[in-house]
């Protein structure tokens, strides 16, 4: 079955610390983003890739970075830049242009992150 | 900038009720609107999708209605289930991605 896989389902930083979360997708799919959710907050889009070796910045990307050199892949590094890391990931993907030609967006079972 | 609002935050139901859940937006121009589930510790699952011209869908005892013109969607849940009891969330495009709501919590008790 098509889909989008992230790993690791929880993980753990320490101060200090770079982590990088896992996303892969198997839907022929052009754009991917990454969502961030945290309690009574909604989803925020960290960022977004339209095309393979391009990605734009979303409305909360400091202390974050990602990057897209496969069309299956879109991997998010959290840095130590990030002070308050601790929330719930997810990553989605639409058909390129998906947003605006109708076609539903697809996400992840997400990465629960959590400072030690 | 459009802005998504979702009432109630949360809400509890006996099995068998029918319910609507509400979702606001501030800018009537919108492409289509997505109504997603999300159950705890889990991603979203796209539920239901109305283009800007269709005035309603409908999947199974889920109909979601559109009315552009004085910005609100409604999500009708017929005949209630406590499986149902999860998340819900309305977003609509706005930019490169999705505005979504803060969700409503909905708790179906047998």
């Known amino acids: 079955d098509g889909g989008i896989t992230q790993s690791p389902k929880y993980l753990f930083r320490k101060e200090g610390q770079n982590v990088t979360l896992s996303c892969e997708q198997n839907l022929n799919h052009d754009a991917m983003y990454w969502y961030r959710q945290d309690p009574g907050q909604g989803l925020r889009l960290i960022y977004y890739s339209q095309i393979v070796n391009d990605f734009q910045k979303g409305d909360i990307a400091e202390g974050y970075s990602v990057s897209r050199e496969k069309k299956e892949s879109f991997p998010l590094t959290v840095t130590s830049a990030q002070k308050n890391p601790t929330a719930f990931y997810l990553c989605?993907?639409?058909?390129?242009?998906?947003?605006?030609?109708?076609?539903?967006?697809?996400f992840g079972d997400g990465t629960r992150l959590s400072i030690l | 900038k459009q802005e998504v609002t979702q009432i109630p935050a949360a809400l509890s139901v006996p099995e068998g009720e029918n319910l609507v859940l509400n979702c606001s937006f501030t800018d009537s121009a919108i492409y289509n609107l997505q109504w997603f589930r999300q159950d705890p510790g889990k991603g979203l699952t796209s539920l239901l999708l109305i283009q800007s011209s269709q005035r309603e869908q409908t999947s199974g005892r889920l109909n979601a209605s559109l009315d552009k013109s004085s910005g609100r969607s409604t999500l009708y849940i017929a005949a209630s289930q406590p499986g149902d009891s999860a998340t819900y969330l309305c977003a609509v495009p706005s930019g490169y991605a999705l505005n979504f709501g803060k969700g409503t919590s909905l708790l179906v008790t047998p």
């Open positions: 989605a993907s639409s058909i390129g242009q998906g947003l605006y030609s109708n076609q539903p967006q697809h």
